[in-house]
């Protein structure tokens, strides 16, 4: 069965310094989408960034940028000049043959002030 | 989030009760999906419907039933619930069930079953 692991259950980060959190999967698919989510306290989950497999290049969204190798099947997310609003559970998927998302048990992410 | 919707955001039933989610889209996709969030635990795939049509049923309880009426509107009818079904139950979207996958979330609805 596909799975996506995220070894870290948790993490803390003081202000504006830099942390990753990272995801391995499994996957005999040779293309597909992988996902960062983001979920605050008692809010709504959240897309922070998505990669398509094919695609070389690295995505990136303002302060989050991933490091996907596509060989080691990994795909880690780094949070630069983190924020008090960064704090929250952050969970990994990838999508799978039937297009479901298969996630991870997730990270929460604590900001130190 | 007015995304996705859902209601209520909390919902305490006993075991012989009957009650009913509901979640509704506002971005115009065509794909929509029940999941279960329980603690430490990745979520739990439980329906998936695309154009209306269900295309997913990843082994769900009986006593938890969907019903998708348009592509807009998706409910979770729940009876007869035991303890171990409280969870965070939440609703998603996407454009079209195949291409790209990006789902959007609803807020959720915390059940507690007694």
């Known amino acids: 069965a596909q799975t996506v692991t995220q070894s870290q259950p948790e993490m803390s980060v003081q202000e504006a310094e830099t942390v990753t959190l990272s995801c391995t999967y499994d996957?005999?698919?040779?293309?597909?989408?992988l996902f960062w989510y983001k979920q605050p306290p008692s809010r709504q989950m959240i897309l922070v960034i998505r990669?398509?497999?094919?695609k070389q290049q690295n995505a990136t969204e303002n302060r989050f940028s991933v490091n996907f190798q596509k060989a080691a099947k990994s795909f880690s997310l780094k949070i630069s000049d983190s924020q008090l609003g960064d704090a929250a559970m952050y969970f990994c998927?990838?999508?799978?043959?039937?297009?479901?998302?298969?996630w991870g048990a997730g990270t929460k992410l604590i900001i130190k002030p | 989030e007015t995304g996705v919707t859902q209601t209520p955001r909390h919902l305490v039933m006993g075991m012989t009760n009957k009650k009913s989610l509901k979640c509704e889209q506002h971005?115009?996709?065509?794909?929509m999906y029940w999941y279960k969030q329980s603690a430490k635990k990745p979520l739990e795939l439980m329906f998936v419907?695309?154009?209306?049509?269900?295309?997913e049923n990843n082994s769900v309880p009986s006593r938890f039933s969907p019903e998708c009426p348009n592509s807009s509107h998706l409910f979770l009818h729940l009876h007869t619930l035991q303890p171990e079904d409280s969870a965070l139950y939440l609703c998603?979207?996407?454009?079209?069930?195949?291409?790209?996958?990006?789902?959007?979330f609803g807020p959720g609805t915390r059940l507690t079953v007694l």
């Open positions: 971005l115009g996709h065509n794909a």
């Open positions: 998927a990838c999508e799978d043959s039937n297009y479901q998302l298969i």
């Open positions: 990669q398509e497999a094919y």
């Open positions: 419907y695309n154009f209306k049509e269900q295309t």
């Open positions: 998603a979207s996407s454009q079209e069930r195949g291409l790209e996958n990006t789902q959007y």
């Open positions: 996957t005999s698919e040779s293309d597909y989408y």
